[in-house]
Nanobody, 122 residues
Framework: QVQLVESGGGLVQAGGSLRLSCAAS????????MGWYRQAPGTQRELVAT???????NYADSVKGRSTISRDNGKNTVYLQMSSLKSEDTAVYYC????????????????WGQGTQVTVSS
């Protein structure tokens, strides 16, 4: 199976920045879209950013202008660079990768990272 490993989370001060990484490994034939969700305590899961295979970008209004999503197709990795962090950004961040695992299959399946905690302190 495909495994996604997230890294880069932690405790940062308000106004600071961080860079989240999500690397996919395992039985990968090809990858389509990639992106990030987040969920704060007591809130609904929120889509943060997406990037298509061709590089088309989409951001949630709450992070637009402060975040950059990027990908390295050779490394099967998606990144989320965030700056000007605020308390509202505190959440568990989950990456996803839409992956095709078999040559004979035309389907892409969404695989999820384990989540990484981002805490922004004032």
């Amino acid at each position: 199976q495909v495994q996604l490993v997230e890294s880069g989370g932690g405790l940062v001060q308000a106004g600071g920045s961080l860079r989240l990484s999500c690397a996919a490994s395992g039985s990968i034939f090809s990858i389509n879209d990639m992106g990030w969700y987040r969920q704060a305590p007591g809130t609904q899961r929120e889509l943060v950013a997406t990037i298509t295979r061709a590089g088309s970008l989409n951001y949630a209004d709450s992070v637009k202008g402060r975040s950059t999503i990027s990908r390295d197709n050779g490394k099967n990795t998606v990144y989320l660079q965030m700056s000007s962090l605020k308390s509202e950004d505190t959440a568990v961040y989950y990456c996803y990768v839409d992956v095709r695992e078999y040559v004979t299959s035309t389907y892409f399946y969404r695989r999820w990272g384990q989540g990484t905690q981002v805490t922004v302190s004032s």
